[in-house]
Structure formats: structure tokens, C-alpha cells
């Protein structure tokens, strides 16, 4: 499940209906052997799910039948913080979201036969096609913090930073893949009169 979850993170896990689990839920359910696993739900059906771990090519090979759940990772806790899990759509926005940038980033770096990959990147952003599908309580926020040399720009989505953009520069900087979701056109260029404040624009 890596990098959504990792060792030696603490999961908080509740007790859940099979029938309300929806695709980009995470769980805890007895895998081969009796060990426990944690990975994410594809599909929801009525005689089980269909589970992938974050950072798997493939989908679990057998299907995860109710008895065989365990609970679901509603919270997790890394070093001195805690964090909500999402799930649902917006848990599928993230599990796609490691996926393509696994992709994208091995093949900018070791791989050209992956340069379709970029182009379809490319594409899909300045067309914003997933970007329309995401919700609208998820879309990333603007954070803007004074410095003694200007203004810097933050793009947060959740408590992740995904971009940025600095004092004096006309360009932001976005984490692949998240030029999926954000329309840089939209957004904001830094000022230049500085100021001790940081403020939330939307």
C-alpha cells in the first residue's frame, strides 16, 4: 500500500458491514494463510470485493468474501500524527493517483517506452477530464505565505502539498500526477510586497 500506507504506520481500523463498502475503501481482511492484509477495494459487489494494494500491477486473485473482512482503515497514525483514510471516490482519486505517477515517474526516468504515457498525461491535464470528476469538497486550496523576499504559493490537497509556486516566478510547480486535477491557468501568481501573514484564499 505504499506510499499511502506504510511501515511501522498505526492503523485505526472499525468494524464494517460488508455492504457498505465502496470502491476506494481500505481494509483489513485474513489473506493466505490467515495473515492479515491491508489493501483497497476495487469493486464492491454483493458476494464480496475485489482488492489491489496502492502499489500492486494487479488485483488480488481471489475475491474477499465478507466473512474474511476484518474492518476497515478509517484512520492512520505516522510518527506524532494522525491523519484521516480516505475512501470512496476520493480514495480511488488517490489509488490512481500513486498508480500514474509510478508510471509516469519510472518512465521519465528509466524507461522511453513509456513516453506515450506522458503524452496521454499531457493530454488528460490540459483537457481536464479527471479533474471534472472530482468532487468539490476535494479540490486542492491555496495556501500563501509571506517571506522576507516575496510571496510563495502553496497548493494543498488535504495535508498533502502538491504544488508551488514562488516569489518572482510566473510557472507553478505540480507533483505528477497531480496536474490531473488542477487547472494551472486558474491559479494565482505570488505578490511582491511582503508581509508576516498566511492566509487561505479558497
Not at 25 to 41: L, N, P
Not at 177 to 186: M, N, T
Amino acid at each position: 500500500m505504499s506510499p499511502t500506507l506504510k511501515v511501522p504506520d498505526v492503523l485505526h481500523v472499525e468494524p464494517v458491514d460488508a455492504s457498505a463498502l465502496r470502491a476506494g475503501d481500505i481494509v483489513v481482511f485474513r489473506g493466505m494463510e490467515g495473515r492479515h492484509t491491508v489493501h483497497r477495494v476495487i469493486a464492491a459487489m454483493p458476494e464480496g470485493c475485489i482488492t489491489r494494494g496502492d502499489s500492486n500491477r494487479y488485483s488480488d486473485p481471489d475475491m474477499l468474501e465478507p466473512p474474511a473482512i476484518i474492518g476497515k482503515v478509517v484512520r492512520v497514525s505516522r510518527r506524532n500524527r494522525t491523519r484521516t483514510v480516505r475512501g470512496g471516490t476520493p480514495g480511488m482519486v488517490e489509488h490512481y493517483a500513486v498508480r500514474w505517477g509510478r508510471l509516469l515517474v519510472t518512465g521519465a526516468v528509466a524507461f522511453p517506452l513509456f513516453a506515450p504515457f506522458r503524452a496521454v498525461y499531457r493530454t488528460l491535464s490540459e483537457e481536464g477530464t479527471l479533474r471534472k470528476m472530482l468532487p468539490v469538497r476535494w479540490h486542492p486550496k491555496i495556501y500563501r505565505f509571506r517571506k522576507p523576499w516575496g510571496e510563495e504559493l502553496h497548493l494543498m490537497l488535504g495535508n498533502k502539498r502538491i504544488g508551488t509556486c514562488m516569489s518572482g516566478s510566473t510557472r507553478w510547480q505540480i507533483r505528477v500526477p497531480f496536474r490531473l486535477f488542477v487547472d494551472e491557468r486558474s491559479l494565482p501568481k505570488p505578490e511582491a510586497p511582503p508581509c508576516s501573514e498566511r492566509g487561505h484564499v479558497h
